[in-house]
């Protein structure tokens, strides 16, 4: 038994260090990989093509892309469908070579429905060059991305199966100790038979059990039907005043539309696209063409990925050609083909039609933050209710918020005397009428 | 008798949980209080076209407080509404001040609070190429005139930003450009 008992330990022993060994020599190969990768686009990188990229994304990028049409013309390798001499004048003044009726600068400008392209008088020839050295690199860069990312891809899951072979090793050791414990007490009782120790199970008195204890003894039965009354009772109450309030409500939307990367990393204002919760009652859902303004540019994600929930790159991109498809834009040619759906988007807040509530109000006049109501909007990956929106939550902000007097002279005959009648310094929105029944229900 | 009394708990308790479900909205007590018999903004209803609430104005009809805009969305157009058109609002505080709250909600994601080009989109690289408005010859005119129809790689604002605004947002403009060139 010694001997079986060594031999499994050895095993447990082994199948936990093999992968590990494996798991770490993988680790240097990919190191290696991703280092090698990172030298052969330092050496090829030149100086032309660094200054020319600094270049074209200071002046070209608004509106050309390398590979892809977006307001002009795609500038991969660009050098060699055109003259470098007429490259020179058309980027210095293309409107005075399209007016002088120059062929190919006419072409241009009627394919791209007469979208002028801006003068750069500022640009030298050898800046020109510069651009053009970079329009024409062909980076080594697919090669590093395979390799760094098929790299850092195994090294996750390897990771994963080391904790997996952690939990394996442990479970073995469990139950070879469980099955120890059997053997050991098999073989005591074995000893005690053989030398005439006659062991037999205990024999309990007999007592009254301990739940019938209880049911005699009438106090703890008062008692306790009482707390059962009480607490039951709490939980009724629970249940009945949750009814009609969505807080936590998160629907899934028909576009993955993620606040988390729009309002928090890219920290647009949230009125830029609900524009109308600054003069209007509604919020307002953004319609298409505010999407559009930035993802007419925008057609990939390329930021963070979340690979735990399956938001991936290739995730959020799609959800951007969801938006293409509903809005009915042609991206291969850049043009709206007039073939748009609506996108039914599924309201989250929504109060009972009995009461009032306007945004502008709130948003505009009360400067209130939009975050006070809604919650941490900017770390929402998916969009829920944060508030419970009942009453009681109402009327006690508008009893905790003070009103804002300063440089508001219209109202500040009205401010002085409801601070006389309520002797207060600071006047709170209730005590301007905010808890008059009419001012929300009518 | 104690493995079904069990079982029950660990049923009712799952049937209560499954009732708790996120991605739905709760049930109401009256909801013929609740859900508004007229027309809600966005609703769904079968005496619009399309079921769609939202409609676009009758044709020839125009919206209160519309006021006509002669530039053509073209490039001359352009070039006329930077000659010609002027504000009609006169600069003052209160205009400088919406404009550049305006400013910041709706230019600066993108032009920088400065307008110098960098905002954040362009610093995470979202955007590339936005000029300082320092390069580029503009008037109020013609700043009215992109935010009405977009240019280039730019949106139309205008159904963000209405015409005293958009003016005012111009007038802003032209303040950090006169800040940028000097």
Known sequence: ?442 | MRYKIIFAIIFLGTLLKSCADSSRPNYQYFPNMYESIGYETYSESDAFNNNIEAQIPVKGTIARGWEPYDYPDSNEGYEAAKLNLISPLEVNDTNLKNGKELYEIYCAVCHGNKGDGQGILMKREKFLGIPSYADREITPGSIYHVLMYGKNAMGSHAGQVNSEERWQIAQHVMELRSKLVK
């Open chain 1, 1 to 442: 038994m010694g001997n079986n008992l060594y031999s499994n330990y050895r095993e447990v022993f082994l199948g936990f260090i093999k992968p590990l060994f494996f798991f770490f020599v993988f680790l240097a190969t990919s190191y290696n990989f991703i280092i090698s990768a990172q030298e052969l686009t330092s050496v090829d990188n030149t100086a032309a093509v660094q200054a020319g990229k600094k270049l074209f994304n200071a002046n070209c990028a608004a509106c050309h892309k390398l590979n892809k049409r977006a307001v002009g013309p795609a500038l991969k390798g660009v050098s060699e469908k055109y003259d470098r001499e007429w490259l020179y004048s058309w980027i210095k003044n293309s409107t005075a070579m399209v007016k002088s009726g120059d062929p190919q600068a006419v072409a241009i400008y009627e394919e791209y429905n007469g979208s002028v392209m801006t003068s750069f008088p500022q640009l030298s020839n050898s800046d020109i060059d510069n651009i053009l050295a970079y329009t024409d690199y062909i980076p080594p860069a697919p090669v590093a991305i395979t390799s760094n990312s098929a790299a850092s891809v195994p090294v996750s899951s390897s990771s994963n199966i080391n904790n997996t072979v952690i939990l394996i090793a442990l479970a073995l050791v469990f139950t070879i100790l469980v099955v120890m414990l059997f053997l050991v007490q098999r073989t005591l009782m074995r000893i005690a038979k053989l030398s005439g120790v006659d062991i037999k199970p205990e024999v309990k008195p007999k007592r009254t059990p301990i739940w019938m204890a209880f049911v005699q003894n009438q106090f703890v039965v008062l008692t306790g039907v009482i707390f059962l009354l009480l607490s039951s009772a709490y939980f009724v109450y629970g249940y009945f005043m949750q009814v009609g309030v969505d807080q936590g409500y998160m629907p899934i939307q028909p576009i993955h539309y993620s606040h988390k990367i729009h309002a928090g990393a890219n920290q647009i204002e949230c009125k830029y696209c609900h524009s109308s919760a600054r003069v209007s009652k509604h919020s307002g859902i953004p319609s298409l063409n505010v999407c559009m303004n930035c993802h007419q540019n925008i057609a990939e994600y390329n930021g963070e990925e979340d690979l735990e929930n399956g938001y991936t790159k290739d995730f959020y991109t799609k959800e951007i050609k969801k938006l293409y498809a509903a809005v009915g834009w042609d991206e291969e040619n850049q043009k709206y083909t007039g073939e748009s759906q609506p996108v039914k988007w599924v309201r989250i807040h929504n109060l009972p039609d009995f009461v009032y509530f306007n945004h502008a109000q709130h948003v505009q006049v009360g400067e209130i933050e939009c975050q006070k109501c809604h919650g941490p909007v900017e770390e929402m990956e998916i969009m829920y209710q944060h508030s419970p929106l009942t009453m009681g939550w109402c009327i006690n902000c508008h009893r905790e918020t003070n009103l804002k007097v300063e440089s508001n002279e219209y109202y500040a005959k009205i401010h002085e005397a409801l601070s006389k009648k309520y002797g207060v310094e600071k006047l709170t929105v209730a005590q301007m009428g905010g808890l008059e029944c009419g001012k929300c229900h009518y």
